[in-house]
Protein backbone atom coordinates (compact mmCIF):
# COMPACT_ATOMS: atom_id res chain seq x y z
CA UNK A 1 0.00 0.00 0.00
CA UNK A 2 1.16 3.36 -1.07
CA UNK A 3 0.49 5.75 1.93
CA UNK A 4 1.29 9.31 1.77
CA UNK A 5 1.48 12.05 4.66
CA UNK A 6 0.17 15.84 4.21
CA UNK A 7 1.37 17.65 7.66
CA UNK A 8 0.63 21.00 8.27
CA UNK A 9 -0.45 23.59 10.52
CA UNK A 10 -4.23 23.88 8.61
CA UNK A 11 -4.95 26.62 11.07
CA UNK A 12 -7.52 26.78 9.16
CA UNK A 13 -7.56 24.58 6.14
CA UNK A 14 -7.92 26.49 2.72
CA UNK A 15 -9.19 25.73 -0.72
CA UNK A 16 -5.71 25.36 -2.03
CA UNK A 17 -5.01 22.29 0.89
CA UNK A 18 -8.25 20.64 -0.15
CA UNK A 19 -6.72 20.94 -3.85
CA UNK A 20 -3.44 19.65 -2.76
CA UNK A 21 -5.39 17.25 -0.38
CA UNK A 22 -7.56 15.58 -3.41
CA UNK A 23 -4.84 15.25 -6.08
CA UNK A 24 -2.73 13.66 -3.43
CA UNK A 25 -5.53 11.38 -2.74
CA UNK A 26 -5.75 10.51 -6.46
CA UNK A 27 -2.19 9.54 -6.42
CA UNK A 28 -1.70 7.24 -3.09
CA UNK A 29 -3.90 4.51 -1.53
CA UNK A 30 -4.26 6.12 1.59
CA UNK A 31 -3.21 10.14 2.50
CA UNK A 32 -3.07 10.83 6.29
CA UNK A 33 -3.40 14.70 6.64
CA UNK A 34 -1.95 15.43 10.02
CA UNK A 35 -2.05 18.20 11.89
CA UNK A 36 1.47 19.14 12.62
CA UNK A 37 1.56 21.12 15.87
CA UNK A 38 4.44 23.24 14.77
CA UNK A 39 6.92 24.47 18.49
CA UNK A 40 7.53 27.84 16.13
CA UNK A 41 4.40 29.35 15.96
CA UNK A 42 1.82 30.25 18.44
CA UNK A 43 -1.31 28.90 19.50
CA UNK A 44 -3.47 29.33 16.47
CA UNK A 45 -6.71 30.65 15.63
CA UNK A 46 -8.40 26.48 15.87
CA UNK A 47 -6.85 23.76 18.25
CA UNK A 48 -5.29 21.06 16.87
CA UNK A 49 -8.31 19.01 17.20
CA UNK A 50 -10.39 21.32 16.12
CA UNK A 51 -8.58 21.55 12.81
CA UNK A 52 -9.01 17.98 12.47
CA UNK A 53 -12.41 18.35 12.47
CA UNK A 54 -13.00 20.91 9.92
CA UNK A 55 -10.28 18.66 7.38
CA UNK A 56 -12.55 15.71 8.59
CA UNK A 57 -15.62 17.88 7.54
CA UNK A 58 -13.99 18.82 4.15
CA UNK A 59 -12.64 15.44 3.12
CA UNK A 60 -15.68 13.16 3.87
CA UNK A 61 -16.21 12.47 0.24
CA UNK A 62 -12.76 11.06 -0.02
CA UNK A 63 -12.33 7.62 1.42
CA UNK A 64 -8.97 7.36 1.35
CA UNK A 65 -8.03 10.67 3.44
CA UNK A 66 -7.77 9.94 7.24
CA UNK A 67 -6.98 12.72 9.40
CA UNK A 68 -4.89 12.89 12.73
CA UNK A 69 -2.89 15.39 14.54
CA UNK A 70 0.79 14.71 15.86
CA UNK A 71 3.27 16.78 18.25
CA UNK A 72 6.38 14.68 17.44
CA UNK A 73 8.79 15.51 14.39
CA UNK A 74 7.06 14.81 11.03
CA UNK A 75 9.56 12.23 9.96
CA UNK A 76 9.01 10.22 13.13
CA UNK A 77 5.31 10.44 12.85
CA UNK A 78 5.92 8.64 9.16
CA UNK A 79 8.17 6.26 10.22
CA UNK A 80 5.35 5.00 13.64
CA UNK A 81 2.95 5.26 10.58
CA UNK A 82 4.88 3.27 7.74
CA UNK A 83 4.74 5.72 5.28
CA UNK A 84 7.67 6.48 2.82
CA UNK A 85 6.40 9.50 1.30
CA UNK A 86 5.58 13.11 2.45
CA UNK A 87 3.42 15.77 0.15
CA UNK A 88 4.20 19.43 0.38
CA UNK A 89 2.40 21.93 -1.53
CA UNK A 90 4.58 25.01 -2.89
CA UNK A 91 3.28 27.87 -4.02
CA UNK A 92 6.25 30.33 -4.79
CA UNK A 93 9.90 29.71 -5.17
CA UNK A 94 10.53 30.86 -1.32
CA UNK A 95 8.43 27.82 -0.47
CA UNK A 96 10.39 25.61 -2.19
CA UNK A 97 13.56 26.79 -0.34
CA UNK A 98 12.61 26.03 3.28
CA UNK A 99 10.33 23.03 2.24
CA UNK A 100 13.98 21.41 0.50
CA UNK A 101 15.60 21.99 3.78
CA UNK A 102 13.11 20.21 5.33
CA UNK A 103 12.42 17.32 2.92
CA UNK A 104 16.66 16.85 3.07
CA UNK A 105 16.28 17.01 7.18
CA UNK A 106 13.71 14.31 7.22
CA UNK A 107 15.63 11.99 4.80
CA UNK A 108 18.61 12.53 7.58
CA UNK A 109 16.08 11.57 10.03
CA UNK A 110 14.15 8.90 8.48
CA UNK A 111 16.25 7.33 5.44
CA UNK A 112 13.06 5.61 4.14
CA UNK A 113 11.35 9.34 3.82
CA UNK A 114 10.60 10.56 0.35
CA UNK A 115 9.16 14.01 -0.25
CA UNK A 116 6.73 14.94 -3.02
CA UNK A 117 5.84 18.52 -4.03
CA UNK A 118 2.54 19.33 -5.43
CA UNK A 119 2.57 22.96 -6.68
CA UNK A 120 -0.36 25.07 -5.78
CA UNK A 121 -2.80 26.13 -8.59
CA UNK A 122 -2.26 29.46 -9.48
CA UNK A 123 -5.55 30.16 -8.42
CA UNK A 124 -4.67 29.20 -4.79
CA UNK A 125 -1.17 30.91 -5.06
CA UNK A 126 -1.70 33.65 -2.87
CA UNK A 127 -3.63 31.96 -0.42
CA UNK A 128 -2.47 30.99 3.26
CA UNK A 129 -4.40 30.09 6.69
CA UNK A 130 -2.57 33.84 7.44
CA UNK A 131 -4.63 35.55 4.50
CA UNK A 132 -8.11 33.69 5.48
CA UNK A 133 -7.74 34.75 9.22
CA UNK A 134 -7.21 38.25 8.55
CA UNK A 135 -9.72 38.80 5.58
CA UNK A 136 -12.00 36.91 8.43
CA UNK A 137 -11.65 39.59 10.79
CA UNK A 138 -12.26 41.94 8.33
CA UNK A 139 -15.75 40.36 7.43
CA UNK A 140 -14.47 39.55 3.97
CA UNK A 141 -16.49 37.17 2.07
CA UNK A 142 -14.57 33.64 2.71
CA UNK A 143 -16.44 31.56 -0.35
CA UNK A 144 -13.70 31.92 -2.72
CA UNK A 145 -10.86 31.04 0.36
CA UNK A 146 -12.25 27.99 2.41
CA UNK A 147 -14.17 25.07 1.58
CA UNK A 148 -18.05 26.33 1.94
CA UNK A 149 -18.83 23.26 4.98
CA UNK A 150 -16.53 25.59 7.08
CA UNK A 151 -17.25 29.15 6.81
CA UNK A 152 -19.48 29.63 9.29
CA UNK A 153 -17.03 27.83 12.05
CA UNK A 154 -14.22 30.25 10.73
CA UNK A 155 -16.40 33.02 11.04
CA UNK A 156 -17.94 31.94 14.53
CA UNK A 157 -14.41 31.51 15.76
CA UNK A 158 -12.93 34.77 14.62
CA UNK A 159 -15.86 36.80 15.77
CA UNK A 160 -14.73 35.44 19.48
CA UNK A 161 -11.79 37.73 18.81
CA UNK A 162 -12.06 41.30 17.68
CA UNK A 163 -13.21 42.51 14.44
CA UNK A 164 -11.41 44.99 12.56
CA UNK A 165 -13.60 47.67 11.46
CA UNK A 166 -12.95 51.23 9.80
CA UNK A 167 -15.86 53.21 9.58
CA UNK A 168 -17.20 55.26 11.91
CA UNK A 169 -20.39 53.45 11.63
CA UNK A 170 -19.06 50.19 12.19
CA UNK A 171 -17.07 51.59 15.73
Known sequence: ????????????????????????AAIFD????????????????????ERVELIQAVTEDLPN????????????????????????GLRAVSDYESEIQMAMLNAKLYP?????????RPKYAFLSS????ELARYGADLSDFVPRQIIDRVRAKVA????????????
Open 112 to 120: KLDTVFLYT
Open 30 to 49: ELIVCVSVNSAKPSGLFSPQ
Open 130 to 133: TVVK
Open 160 to 171: GGERISHTKKER
Open 65 to 88: VRTDCSQELVAEYAKRNRARVLVK
Open 1 to 24: MRRAIYPGSFDPVTLGHLDIIKRA
